[in-house]
């Protein structure tokens, strides 16, 4: 079997250079003769992609799902063309995400689209359901958007469980500067509710570790 460190750290690699790709494709006011030339280079370049295409709801052989590495996720994987991508850190009183956003990511001139804030929040409640045994899935978001949100600036997110009654979870989270904590950019409250085993099989054939699922 390849050694799958390995083709992480290659995916890892293509991600990065992908991104870097889709920032200079956003920003850089290319010739319109080059831009042609350029597309087509492109679609040479995808054919050279021979491997197996995935079912759409196979799990990648990089991942580790339910409930951990995801390579291609659009907020947090490192394989992915369009993530930020967020780094996660598990903290006492809950989750810290970090990343910075770029051009491909602008909704007003020179600030995020506020989809990006909804997508990184809703991702990292997620995680801190995760991280307290409560792997579940988003029901609910309320979203209060309180100033811009910058891009190419570093960003803090934050993230913790404020409420369990069943099988329902409530969490609280924020978008912050790196460098100002203490101005909130964003708030908002996530509801989410885990799946039972059942559930979480139908939901997911392809998966592994069903027993995070049994409560």
Do not use: N
């Not at 799990?59 to 291609?72: E, K, N, Q, S, T």
Request: hydrophobic share 40%; with cysteine.
């Amino acid at each position: 079997m390849e050694d799958l460190e390995l083709r992480r750290k290659a995916v890892a690699e293509l991600g990065r250079e992908l991104r870097s790709l889709v920032e200079t494709v956003a920003r850089t006011e290319t010739p319109t003769e080059v831009l042609q030339e350029l597309a087509g280079e492109v679609q040479r370049l995808e054919a050279r992609f021979t491997g197996r295409r995935r079912e759409r709801s196979e799990i990648p052989d990089v991942d580790v799902f339910p409930f951990g590495l995801r390579m291609y996720s659009p907020a947090t994987g490192h394989g992915s063309a369009v993530a930020p991508p967020m780094d996660i850190e598990e903290r006492e009183d809950g989750l810290v995400g970090r990343c910075v956003l770029g051009v491909a990511h602008e909704g007003p001139p020179g600030y995020a689209h506020g989809g990006m804030s909804a997508m990184l929040l809703d991702e990292l409640m997620g995680w801190a359901c995760a991280a307290k045994g409560l792997p579940a899935m988003t029901i609910a978001l309320d979203m209060r958007y309180q100033r811009p949100v910058p891009i190419e600036a570093p960003l803090l997110l934050r993230a913790r469980v404020t409420g369990v009654e069943g099988r329902k979870i409530t969490v609280s989270g924020s978008v912050v500067p790196e460098d100002e904590p203490e101005t909130i950019l964003v708030a908002g409250e996530g509801r989410f509710v885990a799946p039972d085993l059942d559930r979480a099989r139908s939901l997911f054939p392809g998966a592994k570790g069903y027993q995070r699922f049994e409560r």
